[in-house]
């Protein structure tokens, strides 16, 4: 697997303290340096939360996992959350089968992720 990925960020200005970032085509270790260094650059030094919508995202090896749990480690040292969105079947069970699925608190759609992160609002 040699194909690029890309790393693009979507944010809505509206959704304050939260970053969201898009990912697509195929992770492996040929390109895995590359995306950590992308992915680092597009979280920057910013504190917040971070939803990674992974709805393009084709493959994913296991240098690839590591690198998000990199991603997660920064986002966590900064005192935000970091959630997936739309994950692949099989990178579903993947996550599943070893035990990330909670780490990074999936969720089916953005909404849901950015609903899940902001705090509720009393009634």
């Given at each position: 697997?040699?194909?690029?990925v890309r790393?693009?960020?979507?944010?809505?200005?509206?959704v304050?303290?939260?970053?969201?970032l898009a990912?697509?085509?195929?992770?492996d270790?040929?390109?895995?340096?590359?995306?950590?260094?992308?992915?680092?650059q597009?979280?920057?030094?910013?504190?917040?939360?971070?939803?990674?919508?992974?709805?393009?995202?084709?493959?994913?090896?296991?240098?690839?996992i590591?690198?998000?749990?990199?991603a997660?480690?920064?986002?966590?040292?900064?005192?935000g959350?970091i959630?997936?969105?739309?994950?692949?079947?099989?990178?579903e069970?993947?996550?599943?089968?070893t035990?990330?699925?909670?780490?990074?608190?999936?969720?089916?759609?953005?909404?849901?992720?950015?609903s899940s992160?902001?705090?509720?609002?009393?009634?």
């Amino acid at each position: 697997m040699s194909a690029a990925v890309r790393v693009t960020d979507v944010s809505d200005p509206a959704v304050k303290e939260m970053l969201l970032l898009a990912v697509a085509g195929e992770l492996d270790y040929s390109n895995a340096e590359r995306f950590h260094h992308d992915l680092h650059q597009a979280i920057g030094q910013a504190g917040g939360d971070l939803v990674i919508d992974l709805t393009e995202l084709t493959f994913c090896d296991s240098t690839g996992i590591q690198t998000f749990l990199n991603a997660r480690k920064a986002v966590q040292d900064r005192g935000g959350s970091i959630v997936l969105v739309n994950l692949h079947p099989r990178l579903e069970r993947l996550f599943h089968l070893t035990g990330l699925l909670q780490a990074f608190g999936v969720q089916p759609t953005v909404a849901d992720a950015v609903s899940s992160l902001r705090p509720s609002q009393p009634s």
